[in-house]
């Protein structure tokens, strides 16, 4: 159980492309989904933090109207990076947390995007 | 503001043998819970084993053990008879006990599992 599935596992496109990211819930309603970014061995910085059918919670120093977070339904959120460039080229790592609680974040595969 | 502080950067161990990898944390709540995960070279984010801060018993799973000390605030995972397959960068995470269940992670600990 609690399986998360996010899409698409690899993205190469030049720069000034805009990129969709997309994260599933396959067998639990996520009441919350966080989006991460990750340098290479390094740890998980936590872009922002999405309730379904409410504007997402972005940490501070990420550009929201750069990231922006779509979270529409209990199963589904979307992460689209806009006009992309060369320095946002990273790993992004999608979770999902059903209920509250002790609930732990379960996380996607992740999506390595390269910008050319 | 929670913060997760991993001392160790990497550590390597021979195959079979036992390893700890150390955790510590700095929060002022009461009720929390604790995690370590593991990345794996493949990137993905695997949820080794869980703490509830109010439970004075050490978590266990199958070779994987914490041993949670509250009043030093640390949560040590323990890995016996360690496999290649243990090969991964581990994550210590903290969790307040609320709603929103974000998380606060450690630097990461690489682990070399030598055959």
């Known amino acids: 159980g609690a399986v998360v599935s996010q899409h698409p596992s690899r993205v190469i496109c030049k720069s000034g492309t805009s990129v969709k990211i997309e994260c599933r819930s396959l067998d639990f309603q996520a009441t919350t989904m966080f989006w991460y970014r990750q340098f290479p061995k390094k740890s998980l910085m936590l872009m922002a933090t999405s309730n379904e059918g409410s504007k997402a919670t972005y940490e501070q120093g990420v550009e929201k109207d750069k990231f922006l977070i779509n979270h529409a339904s209990l199963t589904l959120s979307t992460l689209t990076v806009t006009s992309a460039h060369p320095e946002d080229s990273s790993f992004y790592i999608c979770?999902?947390?059903?209920?509250?609680?002790?609930?732990?974040?379960?996380f996607g595969d992740g999506t390595r995007l390269s910008i050319l | 503001a929670q913060t997760v502080t991993q001392s160790q950067p990497e550590m390597s161990v021979q195959e079979a043998e036992t390893v700890t990898l150390s955790c510590t944390y700095d929060?002022?709540?009461?009720?929390?819970?604790l995690f370590w995960y593991k990345q794996p070279p493949s990137r993905q984010m695997i949820l080794v084993i869980r703490q509830e801060a109010y439970k004075q018993q050490n978590a266990t799973e199958n070779r994987f053990s914490v041993n949670f000390q509250k009043a030093a605030k640390s949560f040590s995972l323990k890995i016996s008879d360690s496999q290649l397959g243990d090969t991964a960068m581990y994550f210590c995470a903290f969790m307040k006990h609320e709603t929103e269940g974000k998380l606060t992670f450690g630097q990461g600990t690489i682990l070399t599992v030598h055959p």
């Open positions: 979770s999902a947390r059903g209920g509250t609680g002790h609930q732990p974040q379960h």
């Open positions: 929060t002022s709540e009461n009720n929390y819970y």
